[in-house]
């Protein structure tokens, strides 16, 4: 459903009247496109203190972007704060950024890297902690599109474990991920293959669930862009949607219900070669209050978003399907981390999405040599959120950092970061796609 708010502010009149009455001032977001793969402009490589991690600068130089140690207009700056380790350094973060956040470009990145709080050193912890504090409220002010975020390699490491995520983060394709904390593994999982970087997904199989529409059709239309080969997957009363999303991709269809008992043989029958790519998305909702809630609507939900994720994981994963160096990835939702009212069910579901992915994230590296992560969409504008009722959804658009819904293709981004073949030290992980959604922050 169009957002007609954001066109109205797009036009002069809408913006006067808008600001005049002090509204949001939703810009619009600049995604990936062929033409435009890039930030417009240079990247700002700052540092508080001395670095604590190595390769920071060789790993910057390969962003595609060129870095600079000073300029009046970046489009996105990185701010070294891993060797802050006392309340005084912090001083050092003030003094790095305070002089050049305004000049960040329109729809600009600003993301801190920090390391892991320790255990042992609660000065270094509050230290690093802070970093957190500090860049949920800077993503709150930077305004125009701009999105700020940490990402924590872990104390000693190398700058390279963040490759993969500052790719991600430094381009349009996480135009609707803001406020966001990425911590990353000393990495254990297997690594994949070097990776064409206009194919990464090259000669690996994906399966998407739920993919005959939505943000499922978008995660298997990014991931075959990628150059995976695509399986798309939906109940049979959708086949003749997914057969056209199919065809539309280049893809192969499997029409199946995912809580079906023999779902698991049913997907390993349909990749001999084995599966690089597992993307849980199939999921559904049945609102009521629990006051109101019959157990069958309790049930389908917790069985179609979470039992059935939990019992095709790990069935394939036992049976070795998922190929050394593959990637799960979950979905989950901000409801099932703020909770909604009318959505225990669902929330429930989704927050067991999160145990899930936490605990088995950290197995499955060292076990099978696979990450297992999650999405946690705000508010995507689907089928899903266009039944939502007009209040509700205005409410869900603009109560957050960028006032507007994201597009599905903002969560199939986020989803192809995790799928990234040098995404090894990526695990165990939620991203929120939520434009930094007021809701559970
Ligand atoms: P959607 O309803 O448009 O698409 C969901 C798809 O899953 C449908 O094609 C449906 O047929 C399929 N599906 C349902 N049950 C299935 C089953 N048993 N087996 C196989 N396929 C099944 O929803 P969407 O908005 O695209 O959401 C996709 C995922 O993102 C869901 O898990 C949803 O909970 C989550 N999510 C969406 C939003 C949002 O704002 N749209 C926000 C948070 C989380």
């Known amino acids: 459903m169009a957002d007609r708010y954001l066109h109205l502010t797009g036009t002069a009149p809408g913006r006067f009247l808008t600001r005049r009455l002090g509204l949001p001032q939703p810009a619009p977001l600049r995604r990936w496109t062929l033409e435009t793969p890039r930030l417009e402009g240079p990247l700002l490589h700052l540092t508080a203190g001395a670095s604590a991690v190595t390769g920071v600068a060789e790993v910057l130089s390969r962003s595609g972007l060129p870095v600079v140690g000073d300029t009046d207009r970046p489009a996105a700056i990185v701010l070294d704060a891993t060797g802050v380790t006392t309340a005084a350094g912090l001083g050092d973060v003030h003094a790095a950024l305070h002089p050049v956040v ?106 998407v669930t739920g993919a005959a529409r939505g943000i499922g059709a978008a995660v298997a239309s990014v991931l ?54 597992l993307v849980h998305n199939a999921g559904i909702t049945r609102d009521r209050r629990l006051a109101n809630m019959p157990a069958d609507r309790w049930a389908s939900v917790i069985e179609v978003n979470l039992d059935s994720v939990l019992r095709t994981t790990d069935e394939l994963l036992k049976a070795g399907v998922i190929a050394r160096g593959g990637r799960i990835v979950a979905t989950a939702s901000i409801a099932g981390i703020a909770g909604n009212t009318g959505q225990t069910n669902y929330a429930a579901s989704k927050a067991g999405i999160i145990g899930l992915v936490r605990s088995l994230g950290p197995r499955a590296a060292a076990d099978h040599g696979v990450t297992v992560n999650a999405v946690a969409p705000g508010f995507i504008e689907t089928k899903m959120t266009a039944a939502v009722p007009l209040f509700i959804r205005e409410a869900g658009r603009r109560m957050n950092s960028l006032s507007q819904g994201g597009l599905p293709v903002d969560v199939a981004e986020a989803v192809a970061w995790f799928a ?19 809701l559970g922050a």
Request: hydrophobic share 40%.
């Open 224 to 277: 075959a862009r990628d150059g995976a080969r695509v399986i798309v997957l939906d109940v049979p009363g959708a086949r003749e949607e997914l057969e056209r999303t199919a065809d539309r991709l280049g893809a192969t269809a499997l029409p199946l219900d995912i809580t079906a008992p023999d779902a698991a043989d049913r997907i390993a029958a349909a990749v001999p070669d084995g599966l690089g790519v």
């Open 102 to 207: 305004r000049s960040l470009a329109p729809g600009g990145r600003i993301v801190v890297l920090g390391t892991v709080p320790s255990p042992d050193d609660h000065h270094q912890a509050a230290a690093q902690q802070a970093l957190e504090g500090f860049v949920r409220s800077l993503g709150k002010e930077t305004g125009r599109g701009s999105t700020v975020q940490l990402v924590r390699i872990p104390v000693g490491g190398a700058a390279q474990a963040a490759e993969s995520t500052l790719r991600f983060l430094l381009s349009p394709r996480s135009a609707y991920v803001s406020g966001q904390v990425i911590e990353l593994t000393t990495a254990t999982a297997t690594p994949g293959p070097a990776a064409d970087p206009a194919a990464p997904l090259t000669g690996r199989t994906a399966l």
């Open 420 to 438: 990234q073949p040098d995404s090894t030290a990526v695990n165990g992980q939620v991203l929120r796609v939520c434009g930094q959604s007021l």
